[in-house]
């Protein structure tokens, strides 16, 4: 709410508040007089008409007490005429039972049939529409009320009276009874309440001694009304405690159905209680006409107060609102300046209200000031915001560069490092398959390990590289458990072998289980850790133990090597660290780094438990529900990859190799001769493209730097010429583009140096029209 409104309405506040006083004042004095003129009016209403219900239903009582002797004397009158034909005649049971029809045929309405009891046989005899039906019954009129020369019998059923008969004794029959049932909606019928019904507004009940339900005009529980309280602060009593302890009276009950007022009046001759039951309004009805009349003419004087009231307000409210506006006309120039300084537009912030020198022209001069400040302040800031900008700027194009000519160097450093080895890994296996130097086993066998340690250095500083990409992705597939178990102790064998050390390997799930997960990363995750438990263990050995419980899918590698130190748990998984002084002397620190980074691309979790001297224990866990709910995997699926189809003759296959490296072509040359094939080579692209348009190849595998023509121009043309024919790139190169340039230009694609296990597989992908 503005200031200007605030003021506007505090005044019209005071003003309301001061005429509500005065006119509460003059409307109370009404109040008071016109109340006690009400109450006396009240008083006498209500009581005429409670004398008048109490009359009516007295009235009421004295029509039943005429039905009752009406039914009484038609009672002994069918008694009497009962026993005289029936003694004036022969005794006998054709007579009586003749009798009996005829006295129901001719009975008054409210009986509904008259049976013979014979108390010595214990035998009831009744009419029916079959004829005459006799059925034993048991009598006791000791139990029953006796009213003059009668024993009346009622039967109860969930509080109310759902049959009425009148057992009367033959006097010239001895153990004889004549048992009258009684109509008891014929009360209804005899009472002239129904008259009175205005929907179901007026009710009326009809209760025995006891209190229980013998008629009701709308067939309604007599029980609710019963159970409710009396609406009298001096009587604290239920309905029905009240009723059944007075002969008469009238009152009011506030129950769950509204206010309703209750008059009664106990019958002479039975005892029996007539309740009639009316709205409020009809006790009150002459006094509501006569409460509206008198309020009419004070309603009429209260109207003239709130219309003078509403004059004076809105008068004052035109007066108030001028004057104020008029008031207020420097505070919203005021209000102008601000907004204008919180828009930065200083020209109009720094300008000063004249008020004549009061608060308001004061506080405009401090807003003017700070207006300058903020100006300067700003300017200042702006300058230095974009001298910062273009430094962060520089910043980011250096860091781009950088990570630019990391990748290259990385690229670089794979080829010029992959080159030599190959070299050398690929002419010691030469060596060694050569017969005329085993007595240099052992040296090659040296050469061929400490080659493959710095092939394992640059394999982990490439790994590391490629999952920190934001665009790595895994490739999943479907895997046989056993299948990489088997791979992973095959792997480990040798190894374990030459360290005289232990490999134990606990499954304990289903032989048949398959996982949806990229088989290359899981195999290097586990073998980083199996590896480095391997280097640290001295004795003892290793376990592998591979598990579910519905959740997780966990695999744990156990060691009795020499432990982690519990402040140094964290720090293994840290890229470029080593905590263990062993482990200095090995690489670069990035193989648990690596392992963290592949389980967490899987969705999954990886921790360790350790103690020094006792040895170490890594827990992978992924979730079940991403690798273990595979459908469509068939048993076995990873042996048929594994175990490449032997069947397969590559005798005669003829292979062109291109490379401008001679001894990289020799290697590979020797390879392919090992399994059979024929080879071809070249140095460059132009002269493998000679080459192919001579001859006939199976498969070409080349290199991708090359002079002239490298390989991926020379697929390219290949492809234009011979669609069909496979291509397998062989590279020094294994960078994240590389791969993605060579998944797009050729069938697979293998890194030096080379393995005769990756090639064979890589060969049977290609030449089986697949890719790998």
Request: charged share 25%.
């Amino acid at each position: 709410m503005s200031f200007k409104n605030k003021i506007i309405f505090t005044n019209a506040a005071i003003l309301v508040l001061f005429v509500i006083l005065l006119t509460y004042s003059a409307i109370e004095i009404v109040h008071v007089s016109s109340q006690n003129q009400f109450e006396e009016i009240k008083e006498s209403i209500t009581g005429n008409n409670k004398k008048l219900l109490l009359t009516f239903v007295k009235a009421q009582s004295v029509s039943l007490d005429k039905e009752i002797e009406l039914i009484i004397e038609e009672v002994d009158h069918v008694a009497l005429d009962f026993e005289h034909d029936f003694v004036s005649e022969s005794k006998n049971e054709v007579l009586r039972n003749k009798q009996l029809a005829y006295i129901n045929s001719k009975l008054k309405p409210f009986i509904k049939k008259v049976n013979f009891i014979d108390t010595e046989r214990d035998e009831e005899v009744s009419i029916t529409e079959n004829g005459i039906l006799s059925e034993p019954i048991s009598v006791d009129l000791s139990r029953m009320i006796h009213f003059k020369n009668l024993y009346i019998e009622k039967e109860v059923t969930e509080g109310k009276v759902t049959q009425f008969a009148i057992y009367f004794r033959l006097e010239h029959l001895d153990n004889s009874l004549l048992k009258f049932d009684v109509d008891l909606e014929d009360f209804s019928r005899s009472l002239t309440f129904e008259n009175m019904l205005d929907e179901f507004q007026y009710r009326y009940f009809l209760v025995d001694d006891k209190g229980k339900l013998i008629a009701s005009n709308l067939q309604q529980n007599v029980e609710q009304l019963m159970s409710e309280r009396i609406f009298d602060k001096e009587m604290h009593k239920s309905v029905a405690n009240h009723i059944m302890s007075n002969d008469k009276g009238s009152f009011v009950v506030d129950g769950l159905n509204g206010i309703y007022n209750v008059t009664f009046v106990k019958n002479r001759l039975t005892k029996w209680r007539l309740i009639l039951v009316t709205p409020e309004h009809v006790i009150r009805s002459s006094y509501a006409t006569t409460k509206e009349l008198v309020l009419s003419g004070d309603n009429s004087l209260i109207e003239s107060l709130f219309f003078a009231y509403f004059l004076l307000l809105s008068l004052f409210l035109i007066i108030n609102s001028v004057a104020v506006n008029k008031l207020l006309v420097p505070i919203n120039k005021l209000i102008e300046q601000a907004k204008y300084l919180k828009l930065s537009d200083f020209n109009n912030a720094t300008r000063t209200v004249n008020s004549n020198g009061d608060e308001i022209e004061q506080l405009s001069k401090a807003y003017s000031e700070a207006g300058w400040q903020i100006q300067e302040l700003v300017e200042g800031l702006e300058c230095e915001v974009e001298e910062r900008t273009k430094q962060y700027e520089a910043a980011a194009q250096e860091a781009s560069e950088a990570n630019h000519q990391k990748s290259v160097l990385l690229s670089n450093v794979s080829h010029e490092v992959r080159t030599p080895l190959n070299a050398i890994i690929g002419y010691t296996h030469m060596l060694i398959h050569s017969k005329h130097f085993d007595d240099h086993s052992h040296q090659l066998n040296g050469i061929t390990s400490a080659s493959n340690t710095i092939l394992g250095i640059v394999n982990d500083l490439l790994d590391f590289e490629r999952v920190k990409a934001a665009s790595y992705s895994l490739n999943p597939q479907c895997i046989s458990v056993m299948s990489l178990i088997s791979d992973i102790e095959n792997t480990f064998l040798p190894l374990i072998e030459s360290k005289q050390l232990s490999l134990d390997i606990v499954c304990n799930v289903d032989a048949s289980t398959t996982l949806m997960i990229d088989e290359l990363r899981l195999k290097q995750a586990i073998s980083n850790i199996v590896s480095n438990a391997l280097k640290f263990t001295i004795k003892g050995g290793v376990t592998i133990e591979v598990s579910t419980d519905g959740k997780a899918f966990n695999i744990s590698v156990s060691d009795t090597g020499v432990g982690i130190p519990q402040d140094k748990l964290d720090a293994v998984f840290n890229g470029f660290e080593q905590v263990n002084q062993e482990d200095q002397q090995f690489g670069f620190g990035l193989g648990l780094a690596i392992t963290k980074t592949i389980v967490e691309l899987m969705k999954g979790t990886l921790r360790v438990e350790s103690k020094v001297g006792t040895g170490s224990t890594f827990f992978i866990s992924l979730p079940a529900s991403e690798i273990m709910n595979v459908s469509g995997c068939s048993k076995g699926v990873v042996d048929q990859i594994n175990t490449i189809d032997d069947d397969l003759d590559y005798t005669n296959k003829k292979a062109l190799i291109v490379d401008d490296v001679e001894f990289n072509r020799e290697i590979l040359e020797f390879h392919l001769n090992a399994l059979g094939c024929e080879c071809m080579t070249a140095n460059d692209g132009l002269e493998a493209l000679a080459l192919a348009s001579e001859h006939e190849f199976d498969v070409v595998l080349t290199d991708i730097s090359m002079p002239v023509m490298d390989g991926i121009e020379l697929a390219s043309e290949l492809e234009k010429r011979k669609p069909s024919l496979p291509i397998i790139a062989v590279t020094a190169r294994a960078t994240i583009q590389e791969e993605s340039r060579m998944n797009q230009y050729f069938s697979c694609y293998l890194t030096k140096p080379l393995n005769s296990s990756d090639l064979k597989l890589k060969l049977h992908c290609a030449l089986s029209g697949g890719t790998c």
